[in-house]
């Protein structure tokens, strides 16, 4: 039987999602996965989340913008990848729409920049395009996108 009260259920939830936050920042589905691993009760979750998200502690915008900016910048990922992750860390389709139109109109200039990294000289065979391509999949560009990249450093090469 708990003997606590509902005001302490929830100062224990917003405890535990604070001592969890402080790590890194987290999405709301994070903390809730959390806290239910915890088993904290249902009710207090709530409670903790909501008083997060009001002090502005916890905010899936924010850290979908963030995440799509550094995952970009850090390690040249494509809005594909990025969404998938987002997706799988339980933000709204909407804010990760949102954050993914922030950072897009660079994105072949990113994608370029990453060929130039991994492939200094231009592909000059079959081969080596592919290898650049499959890069690009990998790193989460759209098909087309990637294809216009390869163009975009052959000509770039090529001036």
């Known amino acids: 039987m708990n003997t606590l009260t509902p005001e302490a259920r929830r100062q224990k939830a917003l405890d535990v999602a604070c001592r969890y936050l402080d790590r890194r920042e987290r999405t709301v589905a994070e903390v809730q996965r959390y806290l239910e691993s915890k088993r904290v009760e249902p009710d207090a979750i709530a409670g903790a989340i909501e008083e997060l998200r009001a002090c502005g ?70 081969r080596q395009r592919a290898r650049a391509l499959g890069l690009l999949l990998r790193k989460g560009y759209e098909l087309e996108l990637a294809h216009d990249a390869i163009r975009a450093q052959a000509h770039a090469g090529a001036a």
């Open 57 to 126: 502690q916890l905010d899936d915008s924010r850290y979908a913008r963030r995440f799509a900016e550094d995952k970009r910048a850090l390690e040249h990922w494509g809005s594909e990848r990025i969404e998938r992750r987002l997706t799988a860390l339980g933000v709204e389709p909407e804010l990760i729409a949102a954050a993914l139109s922030d950072g897009a109109p660079g994105e072949l200039e990113t994608a370029v920049a990453l060929l130039r990294r991994r492939f200094p000289t231009v592909p000059a065979d079959e």
